[in-house]
């Protein structure tokens, strides 16, 4: 692996992942319940799994 000060050594298998690509990007917001209509959507940032716990419990 190339660094900027230097080289560190990998397994050869080894997968790196680049987890600075912004995979949450701001949309407008819009809805969840509108009519017969839900839009998933996250409604809190970095926590989309307990974003469903939290719209379960919402009154309408």
């Known amino acids: 692996m190339q660094l900027s000060k230097g080289t560190h050594a990998v397994p050869t298998n080894a997968v790196f992942i680049d987890c600075a690509a ?13 009519g017969n209509k839900i ?3 996250t409604v809190r ?3 989309q799994v307990s974003g469903v716990n939290y719209l379960g419990r919402q009154p309408r």
Request: proline fraction near 11%.
């Open 45 to 47: 940032m970095c926590q």
């Open 39 to 41: 839009t998933l959507q």
């Open 22 to 34: 912004d995979g949450l990007p701001k949309v407008p917001e819009v809805k969840v319940f509108d």
